[in-house]
T-cell receptor, first 114, second 113 residues
Framework: DAGVIQSPRHEVTEMGQEVTLRCKPI?????LFWYRQTMMRGLELLIYFNNNVPIDDSGMPEDRFSAKMPNASFSTLKIQPSEPRDSAVYFC????????????FGPGTRLTVL | DAKTTQPPSMDCAEGRAANLPCNHSTISGNEYVYWYRQIHSQGPQYIIH???NNETNEMASLIITEDRKSSTLILPHATLRDTAVYYC??????????????FGTGTRLKVLA
């Protein structure tokens, strides 16, 4: 199994541009999580999905952030417009339901907004 | 807010046991304790979890106090590759019968040669 796949691995963009981060969860997993990690705030849960349905988006910082999961094998996190304070490493993780609680994390996307 | 507190850093000699403490004094009766670690800038990696009994797997042991207000992760024979940030997490109930992790600041473990 390839594990959780995230793309791109690195993204550098200018303030005001739209940024789209992508995630492919492990096949068969039905829960997907988006996290953000910064030095100041550590690892923060932004949003998570169960069976492709957003369950809790209370961690999404503001309306500039949106996430979708159109099918079981793909999710996107979009920032529009991006700001320098959005610079962080964004991790996607997936897990299999409630019985198998371990979350598998992807390698992350390092976002730099200039 | 994180429900756990951990020391910010620890050192351990290679080959010795590393004992990482965690306080979770506000844990509820049905909330599990999880441990993950993050090596350099990689994604966090699952280590072990438990509810009230001690647990052991191929990576580590988890000792949970009887009152469940604290726990200790034990790496029995630490190697240089165990140098990482270790997160103690309480899994809390989310909505619609789901669960989520609230990460704290973790303990930066350095294994010394």
């Amino acid at each position: 199994d390839a594990g959780v796949i995230q793309s791109p691995r690195h993204e550098v963009t200018e303030m005001g541009q739209e940024v789209t981060l992508r995630c492919k969860p492990i096949s068969g997993h039905n829960s997907l999580f988006w996290y953000r990690q910064t030095m100041m705030r550590g690892l923060e849960l932004l949003i998570y999905f169960n069976n492709n349905v957003p369950i809790d988006d209370s961690g999404m910082p503001e309306d500039r952030f949106s996430a979708k999961m159109p099918n079981a094998s793909f999710s996107t996190l979009k920032i529009q417009p991006s700001e320098p304070r959005d610079s962080a490493v964004y991790f996607c993780a997936s897990s299999f339901g409630l019985a198998r609680n371990e979350q598998f994390f992807g390698p992350g996307t390092r976002l730099t907004v200039l | 807010d994180a429900k756990t507190t951990q020391p910010p850093s620890m050192d351990c000699a290679e080959g010795r046991a590393a004992n990482l403490p965690c306080n979770h004094s506000t844990i509820s009766g049905n909330e599990y304790v999880y441990w993950y670690r993050q090596i350099h800038s990689q994604g966090p990696q699952y280590i072990i979890h438990g509810l009230k009994n001690n647990e052991t797997n191929e990576m580590a042991s988890l000792i949970i106090t009887e009152d469940r207000k604290s726990s200790t992760l034990i790496l029995p024979h630490a190697t240089l590759r165990d140098t990482a940030v270790y997160y103690c997490i309480v899994r809390v109930a989310g909505t619609s019968g789901t669960y989520k992790y609230i990460f704290g600041t973790g303990t930066r473990l350095k294994v010394l040669a």
